[in-house]
Nanobody, 118 residues
């Protein structure tokens, strides 16, 4: 069973920064892709950023230029550096991992709250 544990959320003022971490219970090389999603109250969960095992990254338009996803393979950890935070970034942020072996296996963390005050 794969476990993903997020940390690093909290309360920050607009314009501030936070770094989220997602620690996996197995080597992240085993995942075809890992990423961050977020869900604000009353809204659907949406993609924030992803990174593939080959190092290709993808960002949602609202966070481009402000957020950076990175990975430390030795620590089995994926990070999300969030700069220039806005109140609309307020959400629960979830770590996601996907593994394609005959079929797609998908794993989620428990989520970490990010609140940006104006």
């Amino acid at each position: 069973q794969v476990q993903l544990v997020e940390s690093g959320g909290g309360l920050v003022q607009a314009g501030g920064s936070l770094r989220l971490s997602c620690a996996a219970s197995r080597s992240i090389f085993s995942f075809n892709a890992m990423g961050w999603y977020r869900q604000a109250p009353g809204k659907q969960r949406e993609l924030v950023a992803t990174t593939t095992s080959g190092g290709v990254t993808n960002y949602a338009e609202p966070v481009k230029g402000r957020f950076t996803i990175s990975r430390d393979n030795a620590k089995n950890t994926v990070y999300l550096q969030m700069n220039s935070l806005k109140p609309e970034d307020t959400a629960v942020y979830y770590c996601n991992a996907q593994r394609l072996v005959v079929r797609l296996y998908e794993y989620w963390g428990q989520g970490t709250q990010v609140t940006v005050s104006s």
